[in-house]
């Protein structure tokens, strides 16, 4: 289990994703400087312990309504050799670990490996900011097929009903908070067809 480290991060991982995001095709957003709160998301285990893996909900508050994105970030200790170069959101010091790289999860192979292992029932969501802690509010509904699975991130979170999301099976949902304090849950990632 990858321990959680309490400390700082300079640039912060929000600061890297107000410039980062609205440079994407994804982006929905009119604002160049979005102002983005961390609005919920769930963390998984490398099993080599490399890696970092953290799915973050953000949600720009600067539209005239609240926007949740969803951000797969890898978090590395060296450059991720083969990524393309819009694959990196940044560097960034942390307190503890040094310079860490930190990619787009969809282009970094452990972190969808691990997405895969997951919808497969492979592996377990951990809690965000505590160590060793599973995160209950993830779910995945149905399995998906072997290693070669495709899978969809979602980059622009739209709550969902839960009946829906219970009769469908291939996604993994969780929930995130409005600016406003209300919950809402979404389907983050699904089974792609072939």
């Known amino acids: 289990m990858a321990s959680i480290h309490h400390t700082t991060m300079t640039p912060t991982k929000l600061e890297l994703l107000s410039e980062w995001l609205p440079k994407q095709s994804w982006y929905v957003g009119n604002a160049k400087s979005p102002e983005l709160v ?9 099993p080599k312990g490399a890696v970092g893996i953290e799915f973050m909900v953000v949600v ?32 960034s010091e942390h307190g503890v670990l040094g310079t860490r790289w930190i990619y787009d999860g969809v282009h970094d192979p452990v972190v969808m490996a691990q997405l895969r292992a997951l ?5 377990v969501p951990q809690h965000q900011s505590k160590s060793d802690t599973p995160d209950p509010t993830v779910t995945v509904h149905g399995t998906g097929p072997g290693e070669g699975l495709d899978v969809h991130v979602n980059r622009v979170l739209r709550p969902t009903e839960a009946e829906a999301t219970q009769r469908s099976s291939g996604h993994l949902v969780t929930e995130w908070t409005w600016p406003n304090g209300t919950a809402a849950r979404g389907v983050l990632a699904a089974v792609a067809p072939r």
């Open 60 to 91: 720009d508050g600067t539209a005239q309504q609240p926007v949740a994105y969803l951000v797969p970030m890898g978090y590395r200790g060296a450059a991720l050799e083969g990524a393309p170069g819009e694959a990196l959101i940044g560097t």
């Open 119 to 123: 919808l497969r029932g492979e592996a």
């Open 38 to 46: 961390k609005a919920g998301g769930f963390r998984l285990d490398d």
